[in-house]
């Protein structure tokens, strides 16, 4: 399958990711297309800079070489790297903007999944720092569409943040509620990488932006949704 390149140099390959593929798959599609990437090796997953979940689509930055998969590692570590989602929740968000400021770790009771704590709660302090801002897109009658700003990159921050708000993400079967239904044409978590700004070598002064559409499944949902 033919990666969807929407921009390319020397550094860095911006690819418009697919739902529906890992990131070990990812790296194979990767090879196939860029035989080069072997040079960076399993250990810096062939370029791969940061990671979108299987079922999340969007904006996916890979480096060419050695060099520069360290320089764009660090912009991520120094959170110089700004990136923005749209998702679609369940219900009604009152306020039109937020901050989600929330712990995270490894869900004791499912390994699968990241817990948020509120202030004070015990294991709050083995937990790591995650901070998300989000605003009101667009409201429907049992839905809430979201632009996400994630300003920590925790694993599953943005999904375990919006479950912690008792607003999960729409189609997400893993931090959903139990019998949680998806609105009419919906087979996936409705989470798309849709904007990132990230410093450029060698010296890190200028920023590039990219931004990916929607895809046509997830506004499909939303045109049901509006009719």
């Known amino acids: ?21 890992a990131v070990s798959t990812m790296a194979d599609l990767l090879l196939g297309q860029y035989p080069a990437l072997e ?26 070489t050695k060099e520069a998969f360290t320089f764009f590692q660090r912009q991520f570590k120094e959170r110089k790297v700004q990136k923005q989602y749209i998702c679609l929740v369940k219900g009604i968000l009152k306020e039109d903007e937020g ?17 948020a704590f509120t202030p004070g709660e015990a294991g709050e302090d083995r937990a790591r720092e995650a901070r998300t801002k989000y605003r009101v897109v667009e409201r429907f009658p049992a839905y809430t569409l979201l632009e996400m700003t994630p300003e920590t990159g925790r694993k599953h921050q943005i999904r375990a943040h919006l479950a912690f708000l008792h607003h999960p993400i729409a189609g997400d079967k893993l931090y959903g509620f139990k019998g949680q239904t998806a609105p009419v044409g919906l087979n996936r978590q409705f989470l798309h990488a849709s904007q990132i ?29 509006r009719t």
């Open 99 to 115: 901050v989600i400021d929330a712990k995270l770790t490894r869900s004791p009771n499912d390994r699968r999944k990241q817990k």
């Open 1 to 21: 399958m033919p990666l969807n390149i929407i921009y390319e140099d020397d550094m860095l390959l911006v690819v418009d990711k697919p739902p529906g593929i």
């Open 39 to 64: 040079q960076l090796g399993e250990q810096m997953r062939y370029g791969i800079i940061h990671r979108l979940d299987k079922d999340t689509s969007g904006l996916l930055l890979v480096a060419k």
């Open 197 to 225: 700004a990230i410093p450029i070598p060698p010296t890190g002064r200028t920023t590039k932006e990219f931004r990916s559409l929607l895809p046509k499944d997830l506004q499909n949902v939303l045109d049901n949704l």
